[in-house]
């Protein structure tokens, strides 16, 4: 079958055959955007918690939620950096104490990332 008359079979909400249906999808494949962790959670949380948000970003959500993620990017590095030129978070070259520096570090960036930026309303 010819692609404009799918198309307009579609559009016009006729009765198509299962196999008219497939070559369809295949023809309109619909777009898939991917989103970083912070962008996930995001849009999680506004469909669960803020429907309402959620409705009004409506074509404007998948640039909302890449927002997030380069905010959350930039948040991580400034505050990483600052972080780990305090005297408490220091490294000593025990490997124990400086893994748990080190994840005491990302716990706190990431508590400071979920409440600013992605549990928000």
Partial sequence: MKTAELKRK???NEGMTVKEIKAYEK???P??????KYGTL???YLQEYNIVKYMALAGDLPEYLHGIDEQADEMYKVMYEKLSKSEQFQKTGVFLHDLRVEEEI????EEEILSQLVYVS
Wanted: hydrophobic fraction near 35%.
């Fill in 106 to 109: 990302k716990r706190r960036i």
């Fill in 10 to 12: 579609a559009r016009e």
């Fill in 31 to 36: 777009k898939v955007h991917v989103y970083g």
């Fill in 27 to 29: 023809l309109v494949k």
């Fill in 42 to 44: 995001a849009k999680k």
